[in-house]
């Protein structure tokens, strides 16, 4: 750039001299390089492109120059500004961009995270497993009855050959309805489900159901005064103990997985005769007693054998108390705890946890469809 024109420029204001051309535009050029965001950039422009800024009142300056010295004195200010406007512009497409990533990575959405922050409900891991109980039997043909948890007294105890002072009364201590001579209790077991299905059909009668009962048990890790049973009954002609073997058998491995049997142990109970106690091969140590280590093993205690229920061959009496031909038909009927075959299942150790509400317990079994 040339320098101030002294032959021509006697009255030359001091902000067209070079040097202070030079120092604005310098100026300039820093504030634009210093600027971070847009916004610094705009007063920046303001500063040094304004109209206020030093080149534009330079600029101004130059119609009071003597005609000669206009055109160099023009061109100065002009490269001035033209630079100024340059770096100007360059400066707001770099902060342009930068802002547009900036907002690419601030704003960016996640489209994979959850959207909906409601949770859904699962359904009672009881429920869960009932159904599924209902479905093995509803497979070979069974249908699935049910009955109220009101129940008359004749058909919780009497139909079932528990007469009033039968001493297994006893051992199924009873909620009895006000006023007590309506003889009316909550049912002690599902197998009142028995007497009145023989009640309403004809046989052949092959029924599962499982449902709620309850008894005047302690609450604790292994009792609570409700719990569930699954009652399952057949009767036709010819049926015998071993088709109830082969049927609680495929019931094990339908529950349990392959190779998880039965044994019957003799029982007593008023409805069956014979009666058994009936026990599932361990299906941890799977009937090895012990783990894998050696040691007992936790799960049956060394037994090899978990019990699991009630069954037998359903007793005479009961048939005809419930009008069935017992000269014609024979029939047998079993009785198990659902919850204990879940806690068996999943490894729940206090039966508490399935009443208590908690949804971390019922969320972690999720929903079957
Ligand atoms: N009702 C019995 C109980 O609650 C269980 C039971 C045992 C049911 C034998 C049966 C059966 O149907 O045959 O203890």
């Not at 033209?82 to 400066?91: D, S």
């Not at 003889?183 to 599962?208: C, D, G």
Request: glycine content about 8%; some cysteine; hydrophobic content about 40%.
């Amino acid at each position: 750039m040339s320098g101030p024109n002294t032959e021509y420029d006697p009255v030359e204001v001091t902000p067209l001299k070079a040097e202070q051309v030079d120092a604005a535009v310098t100026e300039a050029l820093a504030a634009i390089e210093a600027a971070t965001t847009l916004e610094e950039l705009k007063e920046a422009r303001l500063a040094h492109a304004g109209d206020r800024s030093a080149l534009a009142l330079a600029n101004r300056e130059i119609g009071a120059l003597p005609p000669q010295a206009r055109k160099e004195a023009g061109q100065r200010i002009g490269k001035a500004r033209g630079r100024v406007n340059q770096a100007l512009a360059a400066r707001q497409v770099t902060l342009e961009e930068e802002r547009e990533a900036r907002i690419l990575v601030e704003e960016a959405v996640d489209v994979t995270l959850p959207w909906d922050r409601e949770p859904v409900g699962a359904r009672h891991p009881i429920t869960t497993l009932s159904e599924r109980i209902a479905d093995v039997f509803v497979a070979m043909g069974w249908e699935v009855a049910e009955g109220p948890v009101v129940e008359a007294e004749w058909l919780n105890f009497d139909a079932l050959n528990l007469g009033p002072d039968h001493p297994a009364r006893t051992m199924q201590d009873t909620f009895w309805m006000e006023p007590a001579e309506n003889a009316i209790v909550l049912r002690t077991h599902t197998s009142p489900v028995q007497a009145r299905t023989m009640l309403t059909r004809t046989p052949p009668i092959y029924v599962v159901c499982p449902g709620r009962v309850f008894r005047t048990d302690e609450y604790d890790a292994t009792h609570s005064p409700v719990f569930h049973q699954v009652e399952g009954l057949a009767i036709d002609e010819g049926l015998t103990m071993a088709h109830l073997k082969g049927t609680l058998d495929h019931f094990a491995t339908a529950m349990f997985g392959e190779g998880i049997t039965t044994r019957f142990r003799p029982s007593y109970f008023p409805f069956t005769e014979p009666s058994a106690e009936v026990d599932l091969v361990c299906f941890v140590c799977r009937g090895a007693a012990v783990d894998a280590d050696g040691a007992t093993c936790r799960t049956c205690r060394g037994e090899g054998w978990i019990e699991w229920g009630g069954c037998g061959v359903v007793n005479p009496r009961v048939l005809t108390a419930c009008g069935v031909d017992s000269q014609r038909y024979t029939g047998f009927a079993f009785g198990m705890g659902i919850d204990r075959t879940l806690m068996f299942r999943h490894g729940v150790e206090d039966l508490r946890d399935l009443f208590e509400g908690d949804v971390r317990m019922t969320a972690a079994f999720g929903t079957e469809i």
